[in-house]
């Protein structure tokens, strides 16, 4: 399968635990985008990379999170003290930019995350 | 910053119907407007796009159509199957910039 992959897919942890998510992006993509989804509502942006370098991030992403893509392939996502209002389904996506035209981005399958 | 709405929120057809559902974007300058289906537990999919320097698109039986002037565009499904119930989003992007989704709608195709 050479598509967007996502570890784990599922994920409980108590309150104030912190939890870690993995996104391997399509392999020749340099674009890489996290977002969450929550039931009822679409994906909301988080973070995005351009190779190895995090050029944007969302209001929503507190100094709670943080996301790493160091090699510029695969990110990492972490939360630290998770609280119940973190529990989503966090999305990665990944797309191939090229000049300025606007990217394709395909998504991975997800980590559901429950905070108990 | 972007701000897509989109409609309706639920949508029941019967099958072989059609089905229309429409979004609308605040920002002139959005240039890109894909479409992505999600069925229960999986992943968004993208099913057709559309970029800002054609008025409409078509693949099979889903079409799309933008209207600049107005700010809104559309998707259309032709001769719907059970296979088509999902949850549809649409979104909007300006360049670079990340997507920005609406809130999707739920459409349910009755046999």
């Known amino acids: 399968d050479t598509g967007v992959s996502q570890d784990p897919r599922h994920k409980i942890t108590k309150r104030g635990q912190n939890v870690t998510f993995r996104c391997d992006p399509i392999?020749?993509?340099?674009?890489l985008y996290w977002y969450r989804q929550t039931l009822g509502q679409g994906p909301e942006f988080l973070t995005y990379?351009?190779?190895?370098?995090?050029?944007?991030k969302s209001r929503l992403l507190s100094d709670r999170f943080s996301a790493e893509r160091p090699k510029g392939s695969f990110s990492t996502l972490e939360i630290q003290r998770t609280e119940q209002g973190d529990s989503a389904m966090y999305l990665c996506?990944?797309?191939?930019?090229?000049?300025?035209?606007?990217?394709?981005?395909?998504f991975g399958p997800g980590t559901r995350l429950t905070v108990l | 910053g972007e701000n897509v709405e989109q409609h309706p929120s639920t949508l029941s057809v019967q099958e072989g119907d059609s089905a229309v559902i429409k979004c609308t974007y605040s920002?002139?300058?959005?240039?890109?407007f894909p479409w992505y289906k999600q069925e229960l537990g999986k992943r968004p999919q993208l099913i057709i796009d559309?970029?800002?320097?054609?008025g409409e698109k078509k693949d099979q039986r889903i079409a799309v159509t933008l209207n600049k002037t107005a700010k809104h565009f559309s998707l259309h499904i032709t001769e719907t199957q059970p296979e088509d119930s999902a949850v549809y989003f649409c979104?909007?992007?300006?360049?670079?910039?990340?997507?920005?989704f609406g809130k999707g709608t739920r459409l349910s195709v009755i046999a």
């Open positions: 996506a990944s797309s191939l930019v090229s000049g300025r035209a606007a990217d394709t981005q395909y």
């Open positions: 392999s020749e993509h340099n674009r």
């Open positions: 990379f351009q190779n190895e370098a995090q050029l944007e």
């Open positions: 920002d002139s300058a959005s240039n890109y």
């Open positions: 559309i970029r800002s320097n054609v």
């Open positions: 979104a909007a992007v300006s360049g670079n910039t990340p997507l920005v």
